[in-house]
């Protein structure tokens, strides 16, 4: 089972709200995120028997407060399931759609309905994203606009004949699913991320470590060259003594790197470093007077 369905599962079993209005809402988010309505037939499609079982629930519940019978099929057609019943039509109507002015229950209640419905997130050992996907470009602006309302970063794109609601960013993904209630997946995609984070710190570590340690082994070649070509043209003797100073040291000690070098003569990196470029200059005016 993919994380993106371990996390539906988990929403689809929690406890079912008692009050009417967030049932409703809930419900409502299923019915825009799934296409649930076409003529005067009523759907519910989904891969997870957990959020099916979940509607069922719902819509059950009110058909016994409204004393009102209903009749419901599921099929399976491939890795689908799909619920029909006969009373959705019923029990939301257009005009009952209003995302304004709700307080954090009823989004809740909104929001986990359209991501039962509709929504993915990825595996955040790969990437942060999550996602809705609408065929409605209304209903996704509308969704966008609500969850920056409650500090959740989200944007939308167009992909084919659908209008994605997308989460890029690893703490707005955690914030939704805790307001979601998905309290384990919550652990386990944070248990991810800091193992990720952690991961991907050492390896910054590494490859600047890698990155020092090649600049240094560099350095020091271009410094031995540079001694071995003085000493081959006689020209070594003619150097100062600190210019010798700093030559014969390097060449004991190849493998040490310029704070360390400094270290052993006792002074600054950076007249370490002056000496050398020194010596470099010595070496290029040389070989530019062989060329002439």
Same mark, same amino acid.
């Given at each position: 089972?993919?994380?993106?369905?371990?996390?539906?599962?988990?929403?689809?079993?929690?406890?079912?709200?008692?009050?009417?209005?967030?049932?409703?809402?809930?419900?409502?988010?299923? !019915?825009?995120?799934?296409?649930?309505?076409?003529?005067?037939?009523?759907?519910?499609?989904?891969? &997870?028997?957990?959020?099916?079982?979940?509607?069922?629930?719902?819509?059950?519940?009110?058909?016994?407060? &409204?004393?009102?019978?209903?009749?419901?099929?599921?099929?399976?057609?491939?890795?689908? !399931?799909?619920?029909?019943?006969?009373?959705?039509?019923?029990?939301?109507?257009?005009?009952?759609?209003?995302?304004?002015?709700?307080?954090?229950?009823?989004?809740?209640?909104?929001?986990?309905?359209?991501?039962?419905?509709?929504?993915?997130?990825?595996?955040?050992?790969?990437?942060?994203?999550?996602?809705?996907?609408?065929?409605?470009?209304?209903?996704?602006?509308?969704?966008?606009?609500?969850?920056? &309302?409650?500090?959740?970063?989200?944007?939308?794109?167009?992909?084919?004949?659908?209008?994605?609601?997308?989460?890029?960013?690893?703490?707005?993904?955690?914030?939704?699913?805790?307001?979601?209630?998905?309290?384990?997946?919550?652990?386990?995609?944070?248990?991810?991320?800091?193992?990720?984070?952690?991961?991907?710190?050492?390896?910054?570590?590494?490859?600047?470590?890698?990155?020092?340690?090649?600049?240094?082994?560099?350095?020091?070649?271009?410094?031995?060259?540079?001694?071995? !070509?003085?000493?081959?043209?006689?020209?070594?003797?003619?150097?100062?003594?600190?210019?010798?100073?700093?030559?014969?040291?390097?060449?004991?000690?190849?493998?040490?790197?310029?704070?360390?070098?400094?270290?052993?003569?006792?002074?600054?990196?950076?007249?370490? &470093?002056?000496?050398?470029?020194?010596?470099?200059?010595?070496?290029?005016?040389?070989?530019?007077?062989?060329?002439?």
């Amino acid at each position: 089972m993919s994380f993106s369905q371990k996390v539906k599962s988990e929403i689809a079993k929690s406890k079912v709200p008692k009050n009417i209005e967030n049932l409703k809402y809930e419900l409502i988010g299923m !019915y825009i995120s799934n296409d649930c309505i076409k003529d005067e037939d009523s759907y519910f499609t989904s891969e &997870n028997l957990d959020i099916l079982e979940r509607y069922r629930y719902i819509v059950r519940y009110f058909c016994i407060r &409204n004393n009102q019978e209903y009749n419901y099929d599921i099929q399976k057609q491939k890795n689908i !399931y799909m619920l029909n019943c006969n009373v959705l039509n019923g029990l939301i109507k257009k005009q009952d759609i209003g995302f304004n002015n709700l307080d954090i229950n009823l989004i809740t209640s909104l929001l986990i309905g359209i991501f039962l419905g509709c929504g993915y997130v990825n595996d955040p050992k790969d990437n942060y994203h999550l996602e809705y996907i609408f065929t409605d470009e209304d209903i996704a602006n509308k969704v966008n606009t609500l969850l920056n &309302n409650i500090e959740i970063s989200s944007n939308i794109t167009k992909r084919k004949n659908n209008h994605i609601v997308y989460i890029k960013d690893g703490d707005s993904i955690s914030n939704l699913l805790g307001v979601l209630g998905a309290s384990s997946s919550l652990i386990q995609f944070e248990e991810l991320r800091v193992e990720k984070e952690m991961n991907n710190n050492l390896n910054r570590v590494i490859n600047c470590e890698t990155a020092n340690l090649n600049k240094a082994i560099n350095a020091s070649k271009k410094h031995i060259d540079n001694i071995k !070509y003085l000493k081959q043209t006689g020209n070594y003797s003619k150097l100062k003594d600190n210019l010798k100073l700093v030559c014969d040291t390097r060449e004991k000690y190849p493998e040490l790197s310029l704070n360390e070098l400094a270290q052993i003569i006792g002074i600054s990196k950076s007249g370490l &470093n002056n000496r050398f470029k020194k010596i470099d200059e010595i070496v290029k005016d040389l070989k530019e007077n062989e060329q002439k």
